[in-house]
């Protein structure tokens, strides 16, 4: 089955550090990868997403997020942490190769950033 | 940039009673979804539509739930007999195109069935 695992389910750091998300799918042929943030009483905001070609993409507001087909994983990173990055980050994933567009979530991990 | 735009915010509920869930896509828009966030929970997919039809549906979208696109900008979810369970929080979502384009959000309605 399809599915989609975001192992921390919790993060803490301090301002300035850096923070890497761990996000873990398993999934069909080409996957869609997307990082979706939310805060505290606020909707979805996209933060980037990986259709195909590099690997590496880019987001807002200085996040990045690397495909490792290998791994199967699609990690999120930042090289400093803001204090408004305080959120909750969720993976989420497509594939059109089951003939549906829908996206399937992790549970989230929720983000803490102390001064 | 363009929003989704979901009304209204909170909806507060009896259970048993029928509630609409509104939701004005992106204009540009073609594809229109629906999820739901039980507090504390994953986002959930519901039912995706498109060309005034459903495309797909979960299993959690039963007989008690309804979609319409009444008109050329809303998008409705409709629950006919709400029991305790669906208290969540909606999503409205839409895209471009299916896929291989990113689905946009709205902000949410969050829904409390008493």
């Known amino acids: 089955a399809q599915s989609v695992t975001q192992p921390d389910i919790h993060i803490t750091v301090s301002e300035g550090a850096s923070l890497e998300l761990r996000c873990n799918y398993s999934?069909?042929?080409?996957?869609?990868l997307f990082w979706y943030v939310q805060s505290p009483g606020q909707g979805l905001q996209l933060l980037l997403k990986?259709?195909?070609?590099?690997?590496l993409v880019q987001g807002i507001k200085g996040f990045e997020a690397e495909f490792k087909r290998s791994q199967s994983s699609f990690n999120l990173r930042k090289p400093s942490v803001h204090w408004s990055d305080a959120a909750e980050y969720f993976c989420?994933?497509?594939?059109?190769?089951?003939?549906?567009?829908?996206?399937?979530f992790g549970t989230g991990t929720r983000l803490q950033v102390f001064p | 940039e363009p929003e989704v735009t979901q009304t209204p915010s909170h909806q507060v509920t009896q259970m048993g009673q029928e509630v609409i869930l509104r939701c004005v896509p992106i204009?540009?828009?073609?594809?229109f979804y629906w999820y739901r966030q039980i507090l504390g929970q994953k986002v959930e997919f519901l039912v995706s539509?498109?060309?005034?039809?459903?495309?797909?549906k979960s299993e959690i979208f039963d007989d008690q739930f309804s979609v319409e696109r009444p008109d050329g900008s809303n998008f409705t979810l409709k629950i006919r007999s709400t029991k305790l369970e669906d208290s969540a929080m909606y999503f409205c979502?839409?895209?471009?195109?299916?896929?291989?384009?990113?689905?946009?959000f709205g902000d949410g309605t969050r829904l409390s069935i008493l």
């Open positions: 989420a994933v497509g594939d059109l190769s089951y003939n549906t567009d829908k996206l399937i």
């Open positions: 999934y069909g042929a080409t996957p869609y």
């Open positions: 979502a839409s895209a471009f195109r299916d896929s291989n384009q990113p689905q946009h």
């Open positions: 204009s540009n828009h073609l594809y």
């Open positions: 539509f498109y060309n005034n039809e459903i495309s797909e």
């Open positions: 990986y259709f195909s070609g590099d690997t």
